[in-house]
């Protein structure tokens, strides 16, 4: 079973519009969960991550994610696109196999139309 | 202060020639992670190197091997080159990897292409 699912590998939005890409986790993985975004030709950055404090993350850029175990979700916000928001975007957890190593999803590009 | 450093940036091969990649860390992480990203697909993991030694490894084929240098600097070396292994070859440091909270720092990748 995967351990993070993102549902959708591609999102357009218009700009100003809400931005949601989502995230499930398997129940089995603990709550160590992470977006990352990788901008063209470049490597991944951090955006936020959930280390079981607050369920609600505030990210950098004006993004935010939300925990909510009941749904093992794990979905990506932002209340108005920028076109500078065009990446693609990661959903990742860091699971213990003797060491913490963190698995990606599959990735979600997003595209933001003028 | 620099983030993590790899090279080369791009490079062709051949089928079945060997390639090496290197990764120089974030100053103050001793941890380094190797991922294959293939076009459009998430990094895929192939082994963590910590105090010198491969800690965990991804399911890749024993072609891949890695190392790593007391500076904690690293290299990513692939025998037998096949097509399938086209590919970002991203490295990325963190600090010691025993918390749950380890954030990656990743470098802007190799892009390795085998004709």
């Known amino acids: 079973a995967q351990s993070v699912t993102q549902l959708g590998s591609h999102v357009s939005v218009s700009e100003g519009a809400l931005v949601l890409l989502r995230c499930n986790y398997s129940s089995s993985v603990p709550p160590y969960l992470f977006w990352y975004v990788q901008y063209p030709n470049q490597g991944l950055q951090l955006l936020l991550k959930?280390?079981?404090?607050?369920?609600l993350v505030k990210g950098i850029n004006g993004f935010e994610a939300e925990f909510k175990k009941s749904e093992t979700s794990f979905h990506l916000t932002k209340p108005s696109a920028h076109m500078s928001d065009a990446a693609e975007y990661f959903c990742a957890v860091n699971l213990f196999t003797g060491g913490f190593k963190t698995i990606f999803g599959a990735g979600t590009r997003l595209f933001v139309k003028a | 202060d620099a983030g993590v450093t790899q090279s080369p940036t791009h490079l062709i091969k051949t089928r079945g020639q060997q390639v090496t990649l290197r990764c120089s860390p974030k100053s103050g992480h001793d941890t380094v992670s190797w991922y294959q990203q293939a076009l459009g697909q998430g990094p895929q993991f192939i082994f963590q190197y910590y105090e010198e030694e491969e800690r965990q490894r991804g399911n890749f084929p024993d072609r891949f091997s890695g190392h790593q240098y007391p500076n904690y600097s690293s290299e990513l070396n692939v025998n037998a080159l096949l097509l399938g292994d086209s590919a970002l070859y991203l490295c990325a440091s963190s600090l010691d990897g025993t918390s749950g909270a380890n954030v990656l720092t990743f470098g802007a990748g190799s892009r390795l292409t085998v004709l």
């Open positions: 959930y280390t079981s404090a607050a369920t």
